[in-house]
């Protein structure tokens, strides 16, 4: 917590406005993924040391056998099959929907579901205090929180645990993919044949059958890791300090345990049992049955809870509601958002992400899941042309779906591309390092997905990701993803001489950097953070803030803010700071570096009149203010000269603006500020 108010210090020094987002994929890194620490497996009655043999979650690092791993060769996007598998799930169903469908599962005298929900709250509850306590961020700096990075639905809505879902937010298909039927069996050390799936240009592709043999082997802990609440002191557990239920048997699927399956004969007796509320089972013929719905049921609940524990500290907060990927927000409580909100869910175009090319076709995946077809083949987009329609059309859907929360704005959380595109030919791994540091495809694909977000969408957006640790063989240092904007790897050498000194940190992932520039230049490069040759290394002290006195290693402001940076033409871009009105309309064209803006301008946008009598000096109208980076505009005097030709400038000789005679000038011109 302490490091985090440092960083938010920081980003406050530099003008930046920060959302905070628990961030989390497929629960934890010890599921994959990244999030929650590792006593909450320990909680659930898990053994994370048997994952990877009973496949419940793929692990980067034990890829794809525990005892002779390979991390390197783990397929693209092969962790977001994890929310597919058996131990996310479970944690998740857990986590939102333990009252209803494992009330066997007790803590302290309490269900699993409000135990965990608790913790999380509570655990950010306390950097939100420290946060307040600061006494310099709320506001200026953090404007609001978001309540779980990409949350997922868990087993929660499945209608049959004999098929693989198709109404679920995760369902990509790729590598050995068991049903949840088969799941639960290889939970419990069960060898079984499951589909194989591989994934390209057209889309997943079943590719036979494989057989997964646990031998035995079990993601259920052992009883005997755990003091038996019948003859220990009190049944609390020596590490953790819990208290199990009775009720809850370890050792033993908890789903048994609850009378979906039998372990003995592998029988499935309630494969809707996550359908429905666990009562149905004893409702009479003639009663109708409602299925539950994971968002209205579960996830507003906790949303609530989570806003209630973030408006005790900051009453200002804007809340950045972002439900399941793709699924649409539901109407909360007008006292709960108390009007400061945004939605904020997520995009990727996912066939460059997944096959790692930008391809000459794509789909409209927004509208395959919300069931606009009736056939894959009628989701196809041919051309470049079509995909840019196509991507700005699903980001039209979903800007859409805010209405439901009420009057507010939308924002994507997250957009990006990868770079490692087409075997990392831009790293020269590939034709004899003919394509070093030709990003062109990186450049379309990510300009088409900005420029889906601009034209009469207009959206906000925050890219992912910025990772200083990036380096071309490791990528992002997480389960082989390679989005970062930036890399050590892609800063230009000057002579074989020259060292990029850093924080002098002995993390692991320096460390890496550093070996793998020993490896393959023999230049010593200690972290990404500093791209200064000329600075010398900062303490490791808070209050210590090394001064920049020479730009001398770059020939150019250019040069500079352009070193390390991937497509920088893509996501440096035009933009208006603030407008006197509203923008209907922005588009961008990178490779003539022309930016379009329109705005509607209605009476009530013109400035109010301040008296003689009050005014101490001149006070300058609101303008319309554009961002123009320097990767588009070379030098102020250039966006001056183009200023100077534009009919947009502002005209001297218009008369200022009567405001009594709103009629006559409700489309009034305004003055245009260019900043660079």
């Known amino acids: 917590m302490d490091y985090t108010i440092r960083v938010l210090r920081k980003c406050k020094e530099y003008g930046f406005k920060v959302y905070i987002d628990p961030h989390q994929d497929t629960?934890?890194?010890?599921?994959?993924?990244?999030?929650?620490?590792?006593?909450?497996?320990?909680?659930?009655?898990?053994?994370?040391?048997?994952?990877t043999a009973i496949q419940s979650t793929i692990l980067h690092c034990e890829y794809s056998l525990a005892h002779e791993s390979d991390p390197a060769s783990v397929p693209a996007m092969m962790w977001s099959t994890n929310y597919g598998r058996l131990a996310p799930q479970t944690l998740f169903t857990l986590f939102f929907a333990g009252r209803d469908f494992a009330p066997k599962c007790v803590i302290d005298g309490c269900n699993i579901q409000d135990y965990l929900q608790s913790h999380y709250i509570e655990a950010f509850g306390q950097l939100a205090d420290r946060i307040r306590d600061a006494g310099d961020l709320l506001d200026t700096c953090v404007i609001g929180w978001d309540s779980m990075n990409e949350s997922s639905e868990g087993l929660v809505g499945y209608l049959n645990l004999h098929v693989l879902p198709t109404k679920q937010g995760s369902t990509l298909k790729k590598g050995p993919t068991p049903t949840p039927t088969q799941s639960l069996r290889l939970g419990m050390g069960q060898a079984q044949t499951v589909e194989n799936w591989t994934f390209n240009a057209f889309g997943p592709r079943r590719a036979g059958l494989v057989t997964i043999d646990p031998k035995g082997l079990t993601i259920w802990a052992d009883p005997s890791s755990e003091p038996d609440v019948e003859f220990a002191p009190h049944g609390v557990h020596p590490r953790y300090g819990w208290r199990r239920g009775p009720e809850w048997q370890l050792g033993v699927d908890i789903w048994a345990l609850h009378g979906v399956w039998d372990i003995k004969t592998g029988y499935v007796m309630r494969p809707d049992y996550f359908c429905y509320l666990p009562a149905a089972e004893f409702s009479t013929p003639e009663e109708e049955i409602a299925e539950v719905e994971f968002v209205a049921d579960y996830w507003v609940p906790h949303w609530q809870s989570w806003a209630r524990r973030i408006h005790k500290f900051h009453p200002e907060a804007i809340h950045f509601v972002a439900p399941p990927v793709f699924a649409q927000p539901p109407p909360l409580p007008v006292e709960d958002l108390a009007g400061r909100c945004t939605y904020s869910t997520h995009y990727y175009d996912g066939l460059t992400l997944v096959t790692r090319h930008w391809n000459w076709f794509n789909a409209d995946a927004v509208g395959l899941l919300r069931g606009k077809y009736r056939s894959k083949f009628q989701a196809l987009k041919i051309g470049e042309c079509a995909i840019r329609r196509s991507l700005q059309a699903q980001l039209k859907t979903l800007k859409d779906d805010a209405p439901i929360l009420g009057v507010f704005p939308s924002m994507i959380g997250e957009v990006g591309i990868p770079f490692d595109m087409d075997e990392r030919r831009a790293y020269c791994w590939t034709d004899g390092g003919r394509h070093k540091g030709d990003f062109s495809s990186q450049?379309?694909?990510?300009?088409?997905?900005?420029?889906?977000?601009?034209?009469?969408?207009?959206?906000?957006?925050?890219?992912?990701?910025?990772?200083?640790?990036?380096?071309?063989?490791?990528?992002?240092?997480?389960?082989?993803?390679?989005?970062?904007?930036?890399?050590?790897?892609?800063?230009?050498?000057?002579?074989?001489?020259t060292v990029y000194q850093g924080n002098e940190d002995d993390s692991s992932a320096l460390l890496l950097a550093a070996h793998r520039?020993?490896?393959?230049?023999?230049?010593?490069?200690?972290?990404?953070?500093?791209?200064?040759?000329?600075?010398?290394?900062?303490?490791?002290?808070?209050?210590?803030?090394?001064?920049?006195?020479?730009?001398?290693?770059?020939?150019?402001?250019?040069?500079?803010?352009?070193?390390?940076?991937?497509?920088?033409?893509?996501?440096?871009?035009?933009?208006?700071?603030?407008?006197?009105?509203?923008?209907?309309?922005?588009?961008?064209?990178?490779?003539?570096?022309?930016?379009?803006?329109?705005?509607?301008?209605?009476?009530?946008?013109?400035?109010?009149?301040?008296?003689?009598?009050?005014?101490?000096?001149?006070?300058?109208?609101?303008?319309?203010?554009?961002?123009?980076?320097?990767?588009?505009?070379?030098?102020?005097?250039?966006?001056?000269?183009?200023?100077?030709?534009?009919?947009?400038?502002?005209?001297?000789?218009?008369?200022?603006?009567?405001?009594?005679?709103?009629?006559?000038?409700?489309?009034?011109?305004?003055?245009?500020?260019?900043?660079?």
């Open 517 to 676: 520039a020993i490896q393959s230049r023999g230049t010593v490069r200690l972290g990404a953070t500093a791209v200064l040759a000329t600075m010398p290394p900062p303490a490791n002290d808070e209050g210590h803030k090394p001064d920049i006195t020479s730009f001398s290693r770059w020939d150019s402001t250019f040069d500079f803010l352009t070193d390390g940076a991937r497509a920088v033409k893509a996501f440096s871009r035009p933009y208006p700071i603030a407008t006197v009105g509203i923008p209907v309309d922005i588009r961008f064209d990178i490779a003539k570096a022309e930016f379009r803006l329109v705005v509607r301008v209605c009476a009530e946008d013109a400035p109010l009149a301040v008296p003689s009598t009050m005014a101490t000096r001149p006070v300058d109208p609101p303008a319309t203010e554009i961002f123009l980076p320097i990767v588009h505009f070379a030098a102020d005097r250039t966006v001056g000269s183009l200023l100077d030709q534009s009919r947009c400038k502002e005209d001297l000789s218009t008369p200022d603006l009567d405001i009594d005679d709103k009629l006559a000038h409700s489309r009034s011109s305004e003055t245009l500020r260019g900043t660079t």
């Open 443 to 497: 450049q379309r694909a990510l300009d088409a997905s900005l420029n889906a977000m601009d034209g009469p969408n207009s959206l906000n957006y925050t890219i992912w990701t910025y990772f200083p640790d990036n380096v071309h063989s490791w990528g992002d240092l997480w389960n082989m993803e390679d989005l970062s904007l930036w890399s050590v790897d892609d800063l230009r050498l000057r002579d074989k001489s």
């Open 27 to 51: 629960w934890s890194r010890n599921c994959g993924g990244s999030g929650a620490p590792y006593w909450t497996l320990a909680t659930c009655g898990m053994n994370p040391r048997n994952f």
